[in-house]
T-cell receptor
Framework: KNEVEQSPQNLTAQEGEFITINCSYSVGISALHWLQQHPGGGIVSLFMLSSGKKKHGRLIATINIQEKHSSLHITASHPRDSAVYICAVSPRTDKLIFGTGTRLQVFP | NAGVTQTPKFQVLKTGQSMTLQCAQDMNHNSMYWYRQDPGMGLRLIYYSASEGTTDKGEVPNGYNVSRLNKREFSLRLESAAPSQTSVYFC????????????FGDGTRLSIL
């Protein structure tokens, strides 16, 4: 069993829909990261959080440490949000453990 | 803002050939990383350098060597390329190794024939 599990693996949405991507992990962590990988391949860090909620524009990330679960929400989705979204955790050692990603396609 | 720069972007090698992937960052970060990304798998750490002058193995180091040339540059070398090393390679950097966001390069797509 992978230490970081994301769901769904693939997600298709219509423009304007509210999107939720989930991440569950099985190890103790000090922080959780959400990253975005563009269709061209580049990877960008979106959030790093260790408790509660963070918001940036239309993106919201939440984490529940007790339940070992995080969600990434996208409000009013747009075709430019089409990307692979990757969850990664920082266990209490120093190396990140990555999920396999959720591929999101948003159609006009 | 250059951030993390990787070269080359694409490379095709024959089995047994050697090559070095270059990575440089201009953010004065202490820590640098090399990952590989394969279909259906998460990013996997090959080697990392917590600070200038140190390197450590990650999850999948076999067949690779690294050099932290200075604070800016961290190179990855394949001494004798194998088809199993066909992958997309990403370099990343962060201020320190713990609880810091990592900044990624654009990746190198490497094919070994």
């Amino acid at each position: 069993k992978n230490e970081v599990e994301q769901s769904p693996q693939n997600l298709t949405a219509q423009e304007g829909e509210f999107i939720t991507i989930n991440c569950s992990y099985s190890v103790g962590i000090s922080a959780l990261h959400w990253l975005q990988q563009h269709p061209g391949g580049g990877i960008v860090s979106l959030f790093m959080l260790s408790s509660g909620k963070k918001k940036h524009g239309r993106l919201i990330a939440t984490i529940n440490i007790q339940e070992k679960h995080s969600s990434l929400h996208i409000t009013a989705s747009h075709p430019r949000d089409s990307a692979v979204y990757i969850c990664a955790v920082s266990p209490r050692t120093d190396k990140l453990i990555f999920g396999t990603g959720t591929r999101l396609q948003v159609f006009p | 803002n250059a951030g993390v720069t990787q070269t080359p972007k694409f490379q095709v090698l024959k089995t047994g050939q050697s090559m070095t992937l270059q990575c440089a960052q201009d953010m004065n970060h202490n820590s640098m990383y090399w990952y590989r990304q394969d279909p259906g798998m998460g990013l996997r750490l090959i080697y990392y350098s917590a600070s200038e002058g140190t390197t450590d193995k990650g999850e999948v180091p076999n067949g690779y060597n690294v050099s932290r040339l200075n604070k800016r540059e961290f190179s990855l070398r394949l001494e004798s390329a194998a088809p199993s090393q066909t992958s997309v390679y990403f370099c990343a950097s962060s201020e320190i190794t713990v609880n810091q966001p990592q900044h990624f390069g654009d990746g190198t797509r490497l094919s070994i024939l």
